[in-house]
């Protein structure tokens, strides 16, 4: 079983900067995919971006570039620095574990395991 929980949310203004982090619990973290989605209200949750095992990254086309997902296993934990937000980036961020194994994938079908979220709001 895996427990993760989010931190580092919060608000900010158009062009500001945030750092969201989720630790871990469980065993076989470093061996697991893991990514950051996230849900506005009103619609579907997306895939933002996705870390493997090896640190291998792929992003969502809205946030390439301005996004950046990072991982230390040893402290099992996740990172997500996010830089020039817009007000289009609001919404509740979750991070997310796939079992044991990677599907190299922004899509939330593979992820098995989710943290309870921590709210972003941007402001124009």
């Known amino acids: 079983q895996v427990q993760l929980v989010e931190s580092g949310g919060g608000s900010v203004q158009s062009g500001g900067s945030l750092r969201l982090s989720c630790a871990a619990s469980g065993y076989g973290y470093s061996e697991r995919c893991m990514g950051w989605f996230r849900q506005a209200p009103g619609k579907e949750r997306e895939g933002v971006a996705v870390?493997?095992?090896?640190?291998?990254?792929t992003y969502a086309d809205s946030v390439n570039g301005r996004f950046t997902i990072s991982r230390d296993n040893a402290k099992k934990s996740l990172y997500l620095q996010m830089r020039s937000l817009q007000p289009e980036d609001t919404a509740m961020y979750y991070c997310a574990a796939q079992h044991i194994g990677c599907v190299y994938s922004l899509s939330d079908t593979y992820f098995d395991y989710w943290g309870q979220g921590t709210q972003v709001t941007v402001s124009s």
């Open positions: 870390i493997d095992s090896t640190g291998r990254t």
